[in-house]
């Protein structure tokens, strides 16, 4: 089985790994969905998200950006980051199913968007309607 995280703000792919509300946890064996959960964020703080990410057996966090200081974090734990994702939770999973899922660049740009955790960098979500 692996485990797969995606950053999850509003039934959304969430811009930056470490400010969605929740992450969405999509079990996946034998190319087949076995369980969907949702947990929320524990709070955006230097490494508390990918421990907390490894303690819940992830191996892919999927969102649209982080940083490289995040992404060395994530590395530490064996967990893979893919980011440039976007879209509902839905056309994730089935890029997931389909054996497409890749990773892109990161959307993430400094001091820019909404923030759940501590103000350290951020994204550019001016083109999503709030």
Do not use: W
């Not at 524990?42 to 969102?63: C, D, R, Y």
């Not at 734990?77 to 939770?89: E, F, M």
């Not at 056309?91 to 759940?116: A, F, H, M, Q, W």
């Amino acid at each position: 089985m692996k485990r797969y995280s995606i950053a999850t703000d509003n039934g959304q792919v969430s811009q930056h790994f470490g400010r969605c509300p929740t992450y969405t946890f999509i079990d996946v064996e034998n190319s087949a969905v076995v369980k969907k959960t949702t947990v929320q964020n524990p709070g955006h703080q230097v490494g508390t998200i990918p421990k907390f990410l490894h303690e819940n057996s992830v191996n892919v966090i999927i969102a649209g950006g982080m940083g490289r200081r995040a992404i060395d974090f994530f590395n530490q734990y064996n967990i893979q980051p893919i980011l440039g994702a976007s879209g509902t939770i839905e056309n994730i999973v089935d890029v997931i199913l389909s054996g497409e899922l890749k990773s892109g660049d990161s959307t993430c740009v400094p001091r820019k968007g909404k923030d759940y955790g501590l103000p350290k960098e951020e994204c550019d979500e001016s083109h999503h309607e709030h």
